[in-house]
């Protein structure tokens, strides 16, 4: 996309329409890239929206990630090995591996809540998010949960899912199930600590 539309502007576009978690969210991020520049529209449309847009994902992966740096970091550290006979190769991909396993557990010992550094941070922002909310019980598990600028979706407890979709693809409750969540215990609901709602992906052990 680069070679043909660069620039900061179309970059936000992009990303808007990427990180879209819903359907009609994702039509309405296209059509203002449309109405921007609509041969960049075009090209874009041709890209079958399940490879690269969250509106389009199962949510089978439990991921918050877009990106695949992951891969470009391990590609990154293989470099010097690239060139070499395939068991000297393997013998230093080992290594490295090793010594990631033991950095990790470093991390790990740091940790004082059950969820990951990373995880923690993410949450952390999600609850903060998740107080300028206002639930309404519908007296079974699903809850009515509104924000600012007209946000409203439904959450369903039960089945841990979200209308905006996001508890279902990241794996991480959305800033309407915290709320949700919050008001649970109000009502003498069975609740549990926010991050006991979030997928075992995130957790320390894992």
């Keep these: 996309m680069k ?29 203002e890239l449309k109405e921007f520049n609509g041969d960049c529209y075009t090209w874009l449309s041709k890209i079958p929206a ?19 740096n992951m891969c470009e970091i391990f590609n990154r550290w293989l470099v010097d090995a690239r060139d070499k006979p395939i068991i000297t190769a393997l013998e230093y991909i080992r290594e490295y591996l090793m010594k990631r396993i033991v950095n990790v557990n ?7 809540g059950p969820l990951s550094p990373y995880g923690t941070k993410m949450f952390d922002k999600i609850k903060h998010e998740a107080s300028k909310y206002t ?40 800033k309407h199930a915290v709320a949700a969540i919050n008001i649970m215990g109000i009502n003498d609901e069975k609740v549990r600590d926010p991050e ?3 997928s075992e992906v995130y957790s320390v052990d894992n």
């Design 3 to 31: 070679k043909s539309w660069n620039g900061v502007a179309f970059k936000n576009h992009l990303w808007k329409c990427a990180t879209s978690t819903t359907v009609p969210e994702f039509k309405a991020a296209m059509l």
């Design 50 to 68: 399940h490879h690269w847009s969250r509106s389009h994902f199962s949510g089978r992966a439990g991921s918050d990630m877009l990106l695949n």
């Design 106 to 112: 470093k991390m790990i010992s740091k940790c004082e």
């Design 135 to 174: 639930v309404l019980w519908n007296g079974a598990h699903q809850y009515q949960v509104s924000g600012p600028h007209q946000d409203q979706c439904v959450v369903d407890m039960e089945l841990k899912v979200c209308a905006c979709r996001r508890w279902e693809i990241t794996g991480m409750p959305c």
């Design 196 to 198: 006991r709602w979030v």
